[in-house]
């Protein structure tokens, strides 16, 4: 097996010699010499507005004067639109506003949410509170009726006396 091995090296390492031709060692080492350097980038329909990236790609490479500026006419042109666009939202935004939409925008109370939790529990006691107050002022009015009675019989009582 050993032997079976070391044959099978002498022909991989052969045929690889036979591929790369008497000049084998020479396109290794011009091979190892391209991975070195840094990549080109080719741009073919995008012309790079960075620095950074134009200093890489081919096309400044070639002649950087020959390479049409960057337009800042058509970026100028889409900031205005969209700064115009925002203004006439904004209008747009304010008078359709009602006054729901402006009390909305309020920061809300700390404790809003406990008064959320609470409000069923509050309704109950809001209708048990109002049948106690009535209970009481139906108790005065009896008590107060049933006082005139007791007056108008002591006065009655105290007529008859005399």
């Known amino acids: 097996m050993d032997e079976s091995a070391k044959e099978r090296k002498a022909r991989l390492i052969a045929m690889r010699q036979e591929a790369e ?25 995008y012309t790079p507005s960075s620095e950074n990236v134009a200093a890489v790609s081919e096309v400044y490479n070639k002649d950087p004067e020959e390479m049409p500026a960057p337009s800042t006419k058509l970026q100028d042109q889409v ?17 359709n506003s ?10 809300r109370k700390v404790d809003w949410d406990l008064k959320r939790n609470v409000e069923e529990k509050m309704e109950i006691l809001q209708k048990k509170t109002n049948r106690a107050i009535a209970q009481l002022i139906q108790d005065r009015l009896k008590n107060q009726v049933e006082r005139e009675k007791f007056e108008a019989a002591q ?4 007529q008859a006396v005399v």
């Open 79 to 95: 900031e205005m639109a969209l700064m115009d666009a925002e203004e006439q939202d904004v209008l747009m935004d304010v008078q």
């Open 21 to 45: 031709g008497e000049d084998g060692g020479e396109q290794a080492m011009k091979k190892a010499k391209d991975e070195t350097e840094m990549p080109v980038l080719k741009f073919r329909n």
């Open 155 to 158: 006065q009655m009582a105290s």
């Open 98 to 107: 009602t006054i729901e939409d402006v009390i909305n925008l309020a920061p």
